[in-house]
């Protein structure tokens, strides 16, 4: 995460959008996007739900002042994984947070650059990203930015979703 972006993603805020493997949840605690009782929060849900595998079982019944034990229960989890594949849900999710609190943020489409920086540049955040050239025959305006936001939020959501029900079905 960029030095200048400071927000943490609150457990609240993730699970009605996806439900992060333990691989996307350690690198997002390691990355700053999630603190550790963020991580227990979204695993005690799962643990309530029945759908907790013996990890996030372990991270749900920790005490509160047990969190500094979150880190040393993840890790390892992202093995085999690639840090641009576990970085993916991040940016989704710092995205449609940073989009839902955009009247908080004084200049949301700056903190979209800065994420756009700290993400290192990826093509699909381009037709939302000011300093951009709009594609031929995307219009341009803030307006156009702020929609073209607003659908890649919604498209990202609508993939997570699609993801969580699959595998649920697994």
């Known amino acids: 995460m960029s030095d200048f972006l400071n927000f943490k993603i609150p457990a609240d805020f993730i699970e009605p959008r996806v439900r992060p493997s333990l691989a996307e949840l350690e690198y997002g605690h390691r990355e ?20 907790a595998s013996p990890t996030e079982e372990t991270i749900a019944l920790l005490l509160s002042d047990e969190a500094d034990q979150v880190a040393g229960l993840l890790e390892g989890s992202d093995a085999g994984h690639t840090a641009d594949d576990l970085r993916l849900v991040w940016r989704y999710l710092a995205l449609a947070w940073a989009y839902e609190h955009r009247e908080d943020l004084g200049d949301a489409l700056g903190v979209v650059e800065m994420l756009y920086a700290g993400f290192d540049y990826p093509s699909e955040m381009e037709g939302f990203v000011r300093y951009m050239p709009a594609q031929p025959g995307q219009t341009t305006g803030i307006d156009a930015l702020m929609s073209r936001w607003e659908e890649f939020v919604r498209n990202e959501g609508e993939f997570y979703r699609g993801r969580d029900r699959e595998s649920e079905t697994d």
């Open 32 to 51: 700053g996007w999630i603190d550790a009782d963020g991580v227990i929060r979204l695993c005690t849900r799962r643990l309530e739900a029945g759908q």
